[in-house]
């Protein structure tokens, strides 16, 4: 599992820009945060390194984001996690 903190870059265009949160609000795979003008904080999990390759791609290609910086990545070994959810069984 990979958990990724994201700065999703907003179109300076208002309704691309309403579009892109209308469409990111709906994707489970997405927290949204606070907004600062263009700029809108994000967290992202994904559960595979090929579900994270689709959110990225995915999200390049919303209308309405022109680009998205990574801040942070927190990948957890499968193992370790099948190994913590059984301890607590």
């Given amino acids: 599992m990979a958990v990724s903190g994201l700065v999703l870059n907003l179109s300076p265009v208002d309704d691309l ?3 892109a949160l209308v469409s ?4 489970p795979r997405i927290t949204i ?8 904080a994000a ?4 559960e595979s390194p090929q ?6 791609d995915d999200l390049h290609a919303t ?10 990545v927190a990948l957890d070994d499968p193992a370790t996690a099948q190994e913590n959810s059984h301890a607590h069984d």
């Fill in 33 to 40: 945060g606070e907004r600062f003008g263009r700029r809108l």
């Fill in 17 to 19: 820009a309403s579009r």
């Fill in 51 to 56: 579900a994270d390759r689709d959110l990225w």
């Fill in 63 to 72: 209308p309405g984001v022109e680009y998205v910086d990574v801040t942070f």
């Fill in 24 to 27: 990111l609000s709906r994707d």
């Fill in 43 to 46: 967290v992202a999990q994904t």
